[in-house]
């Protein structure tokens, strides 16, 4: 199977052509290159460090969901040229999926989410650009500090925890979503998770007596590419491999692709 074909399913799976999301995801295929696709790099963002992993891990193609053009519109030129210049050479594809990887009902990174902490009677929750992409329901009672504890040893990210009691009722949108916990507060929902927020969530979480736990922007993206990868092995016969480059840590924790 090529590029084209790959990602002609897809763009039908995650339906790209009919979700909204902003104009720098460019969502679909972003580089095209020539020949079988045998093994995908699945990472979370396409940078120099992935770019790195995935020629040293002789993939043929990238599935991420922050793509190559992030930044808008630019010219190709500096750091943009680097990495564009060292994929074609590579003859290394690229296919990126932003909204419509997080709000997928069956791979989707809240999905994922979903799954990893047991949350059950699901239902679309968390409103954005006028589509519920995260999901609310119910999990076994337990402390605010233990469900921490748990993403944080599931996920591999530093957590957040945000408010202390028990949590049976959860809400949770991936990644940078803070604002959202308004929606959780009026929900009355006991936790509101996400990846990211700023100064201010901390006190609206607080007086809104919603427990709010940041798992990490990185941390909770990249069950999504991981999901997607094992429906291609189970679909197509195609390998992938999560190419691990976390956002949120140290760099003395991180082990650096060596430079060409």
């Known amino acids: 199977m090529d590029i084209l074909q790959l990602s002609n399913y897809l763009d039908n799976l995650l339906e790209i052509n009919s979700i909204q999301d902003a ?12 020949g079988e696709i045998k093994k995908i790099g699945l990472a979370v963002d396409l940078c120099q460090a992935t770019i790195k992993l995935a020629i040293a891990k002789q993939c043929q193609m990238m599935f991420v969901h922050h793509g190559a053009f992030w930044s808008g ?14 994929m074609i050479q590579a003859n290394l594809g690229l296919y990126s999926a932003h909204i419509p990887l997080d709000l997928h009902p069956v791979y989707g990174n809240n999905r994922t989410l979903a799954d990893l902490i047991g949350l059950e009677n699901l239902e679309p929750f968390g409103e954005y650009d006028g589509i519920k992409i995260g999901f ?125």
């Open 73 to 86: 519109l630019q010219p190709i030129r500096g750091q943009h040229y680097e990495k564009l210049a060292a």
């Open 136 to 260: 609310k329901g119910s999990i076994s009672p337990t402390s605010a500090e233990n469900l921490g504890k748990m993403l944080e040893q599931k996920l591999g990210s530093q957590v957040k925890v945000i408010g202390r009691g028990e949590v049976k009722t959860v809400g949770l949108v991936t990644g940078g979503a803070a604002d959202i916990v308004k929606q959780a507060i009026q929900e009355g929902l006991d936790c509101y998770i996400t990846g990211e927020g700023a100064n201010h969530h901390f006190h609206e979480a607080i007086e809104g007596n919603c427990i709010l736990i940041f798992a990490g922007h990185y941390g909770t993206e990249t069950g999504g590419v991981k999901s997607i990868g094992k429906h291609l092995k189970e679909k197509f016969a195609i390998d992938s491999e999560f190419l691990h480059y976390p956002t949120a840590v140290s760099y003395t924790h991180l082990t650096l692709p060596t430079k060409a």
């Open 23 to 34: 104009p720098q995801a460019l969502n679909g295929l972003q580089i095209q290159n020539r």
